[in-house]
Every structure is written in structure tokens, then in C-alpha cells.
């Protein structure tokens, strides 16, 4: 059995306790909430529930595509349900922001005429860390425990590298493998013809989460302005209020000041943990996730000069 990693292990513990402790709501996907944000695309809204996704479904003519799922199968019947009011006879496609249990562990719900997508690094992702992330969830309450019981990751029907374009019928929608950034992971879904970008975790309104060993502070920053290139209308995050581009500037901004304030305590002859001590007395009263910084703050000290 693979080890979860230890050093992010602390990071993910953070975000399934917080998601505990904030969490009078059950992690539920609420399809009555489903709404049209554009001519071709709806999303089911978390409505900043921890643990639940924004869903998409993206309808074309001949296509529909659903982004995430929820967690574990309960959730993802009923995504399914409200794709199918959607989609009627049409083919149903089905792709995941990342590998993480709200958003991939639904997939199982979906009927076996559904074609599922995945990036080689999401694959990787699934493989070397498995439904490790998911054991902890269950473990902090019944309900978690109750979704993710027999949940189990789907295998992909079509498998791409860098990027996928798949045309629903008058809605061309691209994927983009987007590298090391929340996950090693990371899909973008851009919905070229309506101009609306689903990012993921790696543009939202919450602080960043390096989840990961392969988490990059640097190869973010380009993530962000190769998505900021693309000139979305909407940007859908993977949690919390959808936006605009401000979403990504955000992002950007907060990234660049962990760097700057990290690299100058490395020069100053500071360890990572003063450094992180430093910079979250100094950061932490604006962004107050103070697992989230210091995951920011140990990425940027150990790439930086």
C-alpha cells in the first residue's frame, strides 16, 4: 500500500477538517439549484458547501458534457439525473477538474454508454495515490463515510495528454491538462463557443491549496496567465461564487506575494518554518487559512533562489 505523502499530508487533513467543522450542511448536491449561466451551459452551485462541487453540464446538439460529480455515487445519481433532463437521447461525456472525492468519485452513478475523460496525469494521480484522500473524508463523519461507501474510480474511455477538443454539436469545448498546480492533475474545461472557463482549484475565491507533491508555485503562475489568455466572460471554480477574471488575478497576486515575502526571509539566511512564521504573521490577517499559506510558503522556498 502507497503512503499518502507526508508532507502534504497535513494539508489535506486541514481541508477535511475545515470542511468538517464549517459543515452544518450535509456535502450534498442540490439539482434543484441548477441554473443556466450561458446559451449552452448550466451549473449545479455548491453554495459554498465544503465538499460539493460546482457542477457543469455543457449541451450541444448532438452532446452533453458533465463536469464533476459530487461525492461518492448518491451525489452522482443526481448530477445524472439532471443531465439526463438536459440531454435526452443525446451521447452523455463526462470529465473531472481533478482526481479529488466531491468532484471525481461520483462517477460511478453514470451508466456504462457514458464516455469518460481523463487526462494521463489525472490517470497518473488516480494510480499512485488512490482513494487514500477519500478514507480520510470518510473517517471525519458518518455522512462522508455513508456517500463514499463502495466508491471507486471510473476508468477512462478516452485518455488525452495536453489538450482535447470535443465537439457536442455547435459547442466546441477544449480540455487542458494543466500541469502541477492544486493536483499534478488539474483539467481546465473551456467552453470556447460561450467563452466559459471551469478552473478547477486553480482559480477560486479560497486561498490555493498545494495538495500535492508535485504542486508547483511557479508553473502556477503560468497556469493562471495561460488561462487569463483565454479572455473567459465566466470562470467557474471548482468551489465557491463563480466570476470573472478577477478570480484569476486573485490567484495571481496572492502567489506572487507568497513568493516575494518567501524568498526574501530564504535570503535573509531564514529556515522554511521561520520563513512560514514570517510570512504568515505577516499575510495571515487577509488570509487567514494559515495550512493553505504555509503550503504556498514551502513551495515557494523550495523552488526560489
Known amino acids: ?29 442540490r439539482p434543484e439549484g441548477l441554473r443556466q449561466v450561458s446559451a449552452h ?6 453554495n459554498s458547501v465544503p465538499l460539493v462541487p460546482n457542477v457543469g453540464i455543457i449541451v450541444g446538439t448532438k452532446a452533453v458534457l458533465v463536469v464533476d460529480t459530487g461525492l461518492g455515487p448518491r451525489n452522482g445519481a443526481m448530477v445524472l439525473a439532471a443531465a439526463q433532463k438536459l440531454a435526452g437521447t443525446r451521447q452523455l461525456y463526462l470529465v473531472t477538474t ?23 496525469d489525472q ?10 484522500l477519500a478514507n480520510i473524508f470518510a473517517s471525519r463523519s458518518a455522512i462522508n463515510a455513508e456517500l463514499l461507501k463502495g466508491a471507486d474510480y471510473r476508468h477512462a474511455n478516452i485518455s488525452f495528454g495536453q ?8 459547442v466546441r469545448v477544449l480540455m487542458y491538462a494543466m500541469g502541477p498546480n492544486h493536483t499534478r492533475g488539474d483539467v481546465a474545461i473551456w467552453v470556447e463557443t460561450d467563452k466559459v472557463l471551469f478552473a478547477g482549484d486553480i482559480a477560486m475565491r479560497a486561498q490555493p491549496a498545494f495538495a500535492s507533491p508535485y504542486s508547483s508555485l511557479s508553473h502556477w503562475l503560468e497556469s493562471l496567465d495561460r488561462l487569463e ?44 518554518e521561520q520563513a512560514i512564521e514570517v510570512v504568515g504573521a505577516a499575510m495571515g490577517a487577509k488570509y487567514p487559512d ?16
Open 41 to 46: 451551459v448550466s451549473i449545479i452551485p455548491d
Open 98 to 120: 481533478h482526481f479529488h472525492p466531491e468532484h471525481d468519485l461520483g462517477a460511478q452513478a453514470f451508466p456504462a454508454s457514458t464516455l469518460m475523460i481523463r487526462s494521463a
Open 163 to 170: 489538450d482535447l477538443l470535443l465537439d457536442l454539436g455547435g
Open 123 to 132: 490517470r497518473k494521480d488516480i494510480s499512485e495515490f488512490g482513494l487514500q
Open 229 to 272: 489568455a483565454l479572455h473567459p466572460t465566466l470562470v467557474v471554480p471548482s468551489h465557491g461564487p463563480s466570476g470573472g477574471v478577477e478570480l484569476i488575478e486573485g490567484y495571481r497576486a496572492y502567489l506572487k506575494e507568497v513568493r516575494e515575502r518567501t524568498l526574501a526571509e530564504k535570503r535573509a539566511g531564514k529556515t522554511v
Open 290 to 305: 494559515r495550512g493553505r499559506l504555509g503550503g504556498a510558503v514551502k513551495a515557494a522556498y523550495t523552488e526560489g533562489k
Open 1 to 29: 500500500m502507497i503512503k499518502l505523502y507526508s508532507p502534504f499530508l497535513a494539508v489535506l487533513l486541514a481541508i477535511a477538517g475545515a470542511a468538517q467543522a464549517q459543515a452544518p450542511a450535509d456535502p450534498l448536491v
